[in-house]
């Protein structure tokens, strides 16, 4: 059966309250971190600066000038020559220039996408720049897309968890 894009909207919602979670414990180890997700950023149901997509969040290192920014996305995954997520073109050009705008704020910047795929149970940090570019031409638009390769050296082990807590999908998830 498939999905309803409600209910894949509702899980990514939950795993991105995830990631937020568990973003918090970085700022819990070191105090150093501050972590802010995009309405702390931009106030309640804003999520565009410039008509750029802002990522979900940022961590800020005052100390070092730093400045991490990432998007959370749920996907399922499918295989082409391995196993693979995508990502919107528009959102990548978004979190780019979003990154490149920090930049300019006397801040090193750098952004990611944390990608939970459902088809691997695991999580995968992606940098901003895909494997490659592919349009699909389907029903879902003619959007090219980012392809990114679910590699060993990617997967992030530390959000695994969400795997036993939500990974069937068969059944209502409590938000």
Not at 11 to 40: M, N
Not at 123 to 151: C, K, S
């Amino acid at each position: 059966m498939k999905s309803t894009f409600k209910e894949d909207f509702k899980y990514g919602s939950v795993w991105e309250d995830y990631v937020k979670d568990k973003f918090s414990t970085l700022h819990d180890l070191d105090e150093s971190w501050k972590v802010e997700h995009v309405s702390e950023i931009l106030g309640p149901h804003v999520f565009r600066v410039k008509d750029n997509k802002y990522p979900d969040f940022r961590l800020t290192n005052e100390k070092l000038k730093y400045k991490i920014f990432v998007d959370a996305k749920c996907k399922k995954g499918s295989y082409f020559h391995g196993l693979l997520v995508t990502a919107d073109r528009s959102y990548i050009k978004s979190y780019k220039n979003i990154v490149a705008m920090e930049s300019t704020n006397g801040y090193s910047c750098e952004g990611y996408i944390l990608f939970w795929c459902v088809e691997a149970k695991g999580a995968y940090l992606m940098p901003l720049e895909p494997d490659q570019w592919h349009r699909y031409d389907n029903e879902f638009g003619d959007e090219i897309v980012g392809q990114y390769y679910t590699r060993d050296y990617r997967h992030q082990p530390e959000f695994d968890e969400f795997h036993l807590k939500h990974v069937d999908r068969k059944k209502p998830i409590k938000a």
